[in-house]
């Protein structure tokens, strides 16, 4: 079973004008923690003091199960800013490209790695758990990224970021193959994905597929730039065409990760998969007289399945079919005149669901 990493709160903040104050990290927070999340990134505690308070309460007396997770430069100030809020775990992250130790660090690799050692150890003294992400792992020599697991063999989970998303499934596969080759336990092994090409869900599921235990995950996608691998999406196509391997409560799904969206006033397009109103709404008339018969006709996936729900509209756009199935639901002999009666009736009343068609037939047979 792989576990899922959330890390809406962080990253989402880090998008342009986004500010969320304590109460929405906090109410986001346990809404993630409704779905049985393992791990939530709360905020940059180094960044300021709404980041540190929030984490503070989630991982005090809010009461979740998640481990509460505050993230740090492979610095002793921002080690010390994570360890004042109480983070359960303090991820460090270190960039391991060549690119990135040139034009971000300015250091060598193991004056990098050094850092990050001690920045680990100094979380370790102060009571916290640890993590390592390696900032944009998937544009490092494998040999380079195997060797980082063997000079930190006591952090129990290693993230290799995809930090620029410059990467697509079958490279994806290919590098997690050569770490496994070379001895990497994929029991350590994580990943995060940013959404740059628009295949970071598709680059998660390989991830978990070729072996990875542990995936990062971003509500509607929110996060820098494109975004993350939006956490519902990979929970919904796994659980549809994959084998199941994500540790979450499909059943509120939809509710929690719209209850995240609400908590931090974000508003997504109606179009979006798996959240969208759009998406489970269907109007065509071939679509809905299908669908009165059996809603997997046009549908991937039962939407109360994860804490959804579906909506039929019946009006204008509705054809004999959909007229036909609506009587034949009611227990109504669909003659050609009832079938006319009921779409000029639809027409000229609906757009409307369901139930609302059926009160209607009532009126008219």
């Known amino acids: 079973m792989a576990v899922l990493r959330d890390v809406t709160v962080r990253e989402g903040a880090q998008m342009p004008g986004r500010s969320y104050g304590v109460e929405a990290r906090v109410a986001a927070g346990r809404a993630l923690d409704r ?53 359960d775990v303090i991820e460090v992250f270190v960039p ?20 990050a050692g001690e920045a680990l150890d100094r979380a370790r003294e ?47 596969r290919a ?36 072996g990875v235990t542990m995936a990062d995950v971003s509500v509607a996608s929110l996060g820098e730039r494109a975004g993350n691998a939006a956490l519902e999406r990979v929970v919904v196509a796994d659980a549809v065409d994959g084998e199941g391997a994500f540790a979450a409560d499909r059943s509120a799904l939809v509710p929690a990760c719209r209850a995240v969206l609400d908590a931090l006033e974000e508003r997504i397009d109606p179009r979006t998969p798996v959240l969208g109103e759009a998406v489970t709404t269907h109007e065509s008339g071939i679509h809905t007289a299908a669908m009165l018969r059996d809603p997997g006709t046009f549908e991937p996936f039962d939407p109360a399945a994860f804490g959804g729900e579906r909506r039929l509209v019946f ?20 003659t050609a005149d009832r079938v006319d009666r009921l779409l000029d009736a639809l027409t000229e009343r609906g757009p409307m669901d369901a139930a609302a068609a059926a009160t209607l037939i009532e009126e008219l047979f």
């Open 35 to 87: 779905l049985g999340i393992d791990a939530v990134q709360a905020g940059f505690p180094v960044v300021g003091e709404d980041d540190r308070e929030a984490i503070r309460r989630l991982a005090g007396d809010e009461g979740v199960d998640a481990d509460i997770v505050g993230i740090a430069r492979a610095t002793t100030g921002d080690v010390e800013a994570a360890l004042d809020a109480s983070a």
């Open 96 to 115: 391991t490209s060549e690119r990135q130790l040139e034009h971000v660090m300015g250091m060598s690799r193991a004056e990098a790695m050094e850092t």
């Open 175 to 210: 590098v997690i193959a050569d770490l496994r080759g070379r001895g990497v336990d994929c029991d350590r092994l994580g990943v995060h994905f940013h959404d740059d090409m628009g295949v970071a869900v598709a680059n998660t599921l390989a991830a978990v597929d070729a």
């Open 315 to 334: 009006g204008e756009g509705s054809g004999r079919g959909s007229a036909q199935a609506l009587l034949e639901r009611a227990g109504i002999d669909p």
């Open 126 to 172: 102060g009571g916290a758990g640890v993590h390592l992400t390696l900032v944009d792992g998937f544009r490092t020599d494998p040999d380079h990224l195997a060797r980082t697991f063997d000079t930190f063999p006591s952090v129990p989970t290693i993230t290799v970021a995809d930090t620029v998303g410059a990467r697509t499934p079958g490279r994806v």
